[in-house]
Structures are given as structure tokens and as C-alpha cells.
Nanobody, 116 residues
Framework: QVQLVESGGGLVQLGGSLRLSCAAS????????MKWYRQAPGKQRELVAG???????NYADSVKGRFTISRDNAKNTVALQMNSLKPEDTGVYYC??????????WGQGTQVTVSS
């Protein structure tokens, strides 16, 4: 059974940092492209960052230079280090991987709230 479990969310002040982690199980983690999405209240879910099996990264323009995605294939985890946080970073963050065009796997989400 495929499972993605996020952790590390919380409440931080403007300019603060937070590190999210996603623990994966039930599939060959090292072969998959892993992503972090976020969803703010009333807004569509958006892609924040992605990392290939080889460690090549991709970021949304809004977080580039502030966030860093990484993975540890030995531990089946993918992390998102978030620095210089802004109120607009507030939302529920989800770990994701796509098995096929019709099958996506999602974690339960972890709340990130940035206050000013």
C-alpha cells in the first residue's frame, strides 16, 4: 500500500524557517519524481517544488531561492526546507508522486502558517 506522510508544519513568523518531511512507503521510492504542492484557503493547489530520482530539482518562481527540496533515497524521504517565509506561503503542504497519468499519490498534508 502506497503511503506518503508529511510532517514538520507549524506556525512561524514572517522571515522564519520550517523544514517539512515526507516519509514514503509501498513503492520503489528511488525511481519516482517527488513533488511538494501547497494549497492556500480558497485557492487552487499549486506545485511548489519537484525532485527527480537523480536529484535534479525544480521550483515555482514564487519560492525559488528560499525553498530547497531534497531527498534521501536510503530513507525514502523527501524534504522541503523553507526559509525567509512569507504570509503568502501559508497553506497546507502536500507530498505527491505520480504513478501514471491517472494515478497520483498524496499525503494527508501538513499545515504551514506564516504570521506577520
Amino acid at each position: 500500500q502506497v503511503q506518503l506522510v508529511e510532517s514538520g508544519g507549524g506556525l512561524v513568523q514572517l522571515g522564519g524557517s520550517l523544514r517539512l518531511s515526507c516519509a514514503a512507503s509501498g513503492f520503489t521510492f528511488s525511481r519516482y519524481y517527488m513533488k511538494w504542492y501547497r494549497q492556500a484557503p480558497g485557492k487552487q493547489r499549486e506545485l511548489v517544488a519537484g525532485i527527480t530520482s537523480a536529484g535534479i530539482t525544480n521550483y515555482a518562481d514564487s519560492v525559488k531561492g528560499r525553498f530547497t527540496i531534497s531527498r534521501d533515497n536510503a530513507k525514502n524521504t523527501v524534504a522541503l526546507q523553507m526559509n525567509s517565509l512569507k504570509p503568502e506561503d501559508t497553506g497546507v503542504y502536500y507530498c505527491n508522486t505520480r504513478q501514471s497519468i491517472t494515478v497520483d499519490y498524496w499525503g494527508q498534508g501538513t499545515q504551514v502558517t506564516v504570521s506577520s
